[in-house]
């Protein structure tokens, strides 16, 4: 502090202005690099917990991988020809330990191990990476970690062939040695993910999901429903609304939503795409229409990493991880909301009870920065516009009154179909009555 204060007030700014400088630089790269779990998220130790490797720095087994001397050498060469560009990949402090010799090596033995890994890997074959099950899975684990991601860039110098050659070892690898069970010699990749979690991610979010264009329909709703904040450029919005009521969410969980008569429905195409979600508002009630999840012992450690890939500063996205966990937590309350979603169809629950998954959605709902922003109608703010149209939508059908009454009358008097039928005997009954005291009073001459 006291050399700070003996520095000249001229120097101290022009060294804030050039710090500053070299943030906003940092955020807006084209390129994210590799790095590390951000600081804030390693300082809960709930959440870091599931981003520190238990198996591997990582998987170092060349094995039957550089059997030949002489490949062996032609692919450390690689490595060592082109270290100054592959350096650029990685976070200074990623690397900054690294003489060039130590990291030309490691990048070439972990590059090498990874290629083989994806190539030979098998479920139910742990043998041919001579591990055994339990290795095998925490190894797989392990490789989606954020702070063990190798860079595109460095895979296709050590593969064979660039693109469909390595967009199927990465296809091979997620579907755990199926792709190549199924015959399956070359995928071509759809776009250019900078890792192997990337690549991950983009199987539930679109790569250009930063824009959500509402489609023109009876449910559409209006931008003065959902604007609270708007970046200057957008002149043209209508004013703000000022009644602060209208933005507070009288739902709290899928059961209140059941109460108002919406039911919700796994979606009928894009069943993984997270984004992919709709709400229909109808007579008797509405439909609410999520994406299918699948839940097991990896989960934890798979979303956690993509949430932490999401709030790297030099990765620009919008958050369609964070959105889709948000979006969950505040429809998720206790296990009896999981059940309803279990028992509709949206929720695949293999990890153990459904307490233990409305556990894992409440506590990562913490942890969210969308989890204060998600009435914001702005690009600035990390929160899917479509996920703010959806909620708006489930707002505007739910303070009804009169499609809360019609969803209560079906449910007290037509729950079942017996209810039902009765009542229709009763109506019957009621119109002949009406019929026969009619003619009773206007005979016929």
Not at 103 to 122: A, R, T
Not at 148 to 171: I, Y
Not at 409 to 438: G, M
Request: net charge neutral.
């Amino acid at each position: 502090m006291a050399e700070i204060l003996h520095t000249p007030v001229d120097e101290r700014l022009t060294q804030l202005l050039h710090q500053t400088f070299e943030v906003h630089n940092q955020i807006s790269s084209s390129k994210t690099k590799i790095q590390r779990v951000p600081t804030f998220l390693r300082q809960n130790p709930d959440f870091a917990k599931y981003c520190i490797p238990k198996m591997i720095s990582f998987v170092r087994k060349l094995m039957e991988a550089l059997i030949k001397e002489a490949a062996a050498k032609l692919l450390y060469k690689i490595i060592q020809d082109n270290i100054g560009r592959l350096k650029l990949l990685f976070s200074v402090d990623v690397i900054e330990c690294y003489v060039d010799k130590e990291l030309i090596w490691m990048l070439f033995v972990d590059g090498c191990s990874l290629l083989y890994y994806m190539d030979k890997v098998e479920d139910h074959r742990p043998e041919k990476l001579r591990l055994k099950l339990d290795q095998l899975m925490y190894t797989y684990r392990d490789i989606m970690l954020l702070e063990n991601q190798l860079p595109m860039e460095l895979l296709e110098l050590l593969s064979k062939k660039k693109g469909a050659d390595l967009g199927f070892l990465m296809h091979n690898f997620l579907s755990g040695g199926n792709a190549k069970q199924l015959g399956m010699h070359a995928i071509k990749l759809k776009q250019n993910p900078t890792h192997i979690l990337d690549y991950y991610r983009s199987n539930f979010v679109d790569a250009e999901n930063g824009k959500y264009v509402m489609k023109q329909d009876d449910n559409k709703v209006d931008d003065e429903d959902i604007q609270v904040s708007l970046p200057p450029e957008d002149l043209d919005a209508p004013p703000v609304d000022r009644d602060a009521s209208r933005f507070w969410e009288r739902y709290k969980n899928i059961r209140d939503l059941k109460s108002a008569g919406i039911r919700v429905k796994p979606n009928k195409s894009n069943v993984l795409k997270w984004d992919n979600i709709s709400f229909t508002s109808k007579w008797f009630g509405g439909e609410l229409r999520l994406p299918m999840f699948l839940f097991n012992d990896n989960s934890p450690y798979y979303f956690r990493n993509m949430i932490a890939y999401e709030m790297c500063p030099d990765f620009n996205n919008n958050f369609g991880c964070s959105s889709f966990f948000s979006f969950m937590d505040s429809l998720i309350d206790d296990a009896e909301d999981v059940k309803e979603l279990r028992l509709a169809g949206v929720f695949q629950n293999l990890l153990g009870s459904d307490e233990e998954l409305a556990k894992f959605f409440n506590e990562l709902g913490h942890d969210l920065p969308t989890k204060l922003f998600h009435y914001i109608r702005t690009d600035a703010v990390a929160y899917s516009k479509k996920y703010i149209q959806v909620k708006f939508q489930i707002q505007k059908h739910y303070r009804k009154r009169w499609n809360k009454w019609l969803a209560e009358a079906r449910s007290t008097y037509f729950n079942t179909p017996w209810s039902l039928l009765a009542f229709l005997a009763a109506l019957l009954a009621l119109v002949l009555t009406f019929i026969q005291a009619w003619y009773a009073i206007h005979p016929k001459h």
